[in-house]
C-alpha cells in the first residue's frame, strides 16, 4: 500500500531524531576514535620500518659470510702458489706465480674492508633499530590508554546505542529506498547531521533562514515533499509558538 506525503514525512523525521541520538553518542567518542586509528597505522608502519631493518641486516650478514668464504679460499690459493713457487723451473713461471699471489692479497684485503663496512652498517642498523623500537614501545602506551579510553566510552553507552540500532533498522523499513538515498546525502553534506529538520518560529530548523508564510502553510498540508530553498533539508513540519509555549508551561509545571 503506497504511503502517503504524511506518513513519508512521519517516518524519516523518526529515522532523523534516531539519528541525532546515535550522533550524540558518537560525538562523546570526540576524536578517539580518529586518534586509535592514527596510532594503529603509526605503529604498523614503524613495524613495516622494523622488519625493513632486520632484513637489512640479514643481508650485511650474509655478505660478511661470503667475504670470509672468499678469504678461506683465496688463504687456500695462496698456500697452493706458494708450494708450486718453490718448484718453478724459471723466472716467468715466478713472476706469474708472484702476481697471482698479490692478486689474492688484494683480494684478501678487499674481502676483510667490505667485513668491516658491512660491520659498521649492521651496528648503525642495530641503533636505529633499538631506537625505532623504543619508539613503538612508547607509541603503544599511547595507543593502549588511548584504547582503553575509547572502550570505557563505548561500554557506557553500548547497551544504548545496540537499542538505537535496532530502531535505526526498523525505521528504515518504513523509508522508501529513495527518500533514503535524498536523506543520506543531504545529512552527508550538513555539518550538524540534520537532513530533515521542523520549521521553528518561522524559520528552517537546520540553517535558520526565514521560510515564507505561504511555503510554511504548503509544509503543513504536507501533501508534498518540500526542501528549504538555502539548505536543501527536507522540511517535515511547523513547529507553532503556541505548541513551544504550552510544552515549555508544561516543563515549568512538572518542576514545580
Known amino acids: 500500500m503506497e504511503s502517503t506525503v504524511a506518513q513519508k514525512l512521519e517516518a524519516i523525521y523518526n529515522l532523523q531524531l534516531i539519528d541525532s541520538r546515535l550522533d550524540a553518542i558518537v560525538k562523546v567518542r570526540g576524536a578517539l576514535p580518529e586518534e586509535v586509528q592514527d596510532l594503529e597505522d603509526e605503529i604498523a608502519g614503524y613495524e613495516t ?13 650474509d655478505e660478511i659470510k661470503r667475504f670470509k668464504e672468499n ?6 690459493l695462496i698456500k697452493k702458489y706458494q ?44 641503533v636505529d633499530l633499538e631506537e625505532l623500537n623504543d619508539l613503538m614501545k612508547d ?59 521542523m520549521v521553528k518560529r518561522g524559520a528552517c530548523g537546520g540553517c535558520f533562514n526565514t521560510v515564507p508564510p505561504q511555503r510554511q502553510a504548503d509544509i503543513r498540508e ?3 515533499l518540500i526542501v528549504c530553498e538555502h539548505c536543501g533539508r527536507i522540511l517535515a513540519g511547523v ?18
Open 49 to 61: 620500518r622494523l622488519d625493513k631493518f632486520k632484513t637489512d641486516i640479514g643481508s650485511f650478514e
Open 71 to 76: 678469504i678461506k679460499e683465496s688463504e687456500k
Open 83 to 126: 708450494d708450486q713457487q718453490m718448484n718453478v723451473r724459471n723466472n716467468r713461471e715466478y713472476d706469474a706465480i708472484t702476481k697471482e699471489l698479490e692478486l689474492q692479497d688484494l683480494e684478501i684485503q678487499v674481502s676483510k674492508k667490505k667485513i668491516s663496512e658491512a660491520g659498521m652498517k649492521i651496528d648503525q642498523k642495530k
Open 139 to 197: 607509541r603503544q602506551k599511547d595507543l593502549d590508554l588511548k584504547k582503553n579510553e575509547l572502550d570505557t566510552i563505548v561500554s557506557e553507552s553500548e547497551s544504548e546505542e545496540g537499542k538505537l540500532q535496532a530502531d535505526r533498522d526498523k525505521a528504515m523499513k518504513k523509508v522508501d529506498d529513495r527518500l533514503v538515498k535524498s536523506y543520506t546525502k543531504i545529512r552527508a553534506n550538513a555539518k550538524n547531521g540534520l537532513g530533515v529538520v
Open 222 to 224: 504536507k501533501k508534498k
Open 239 to 256: 513547529e507553532d509558538e503556541v505548541e513551544e509555549e504550552n510544552t515549555k508551561a508544561k516543563r515549568r509545571s512538572a518542576k514545580a
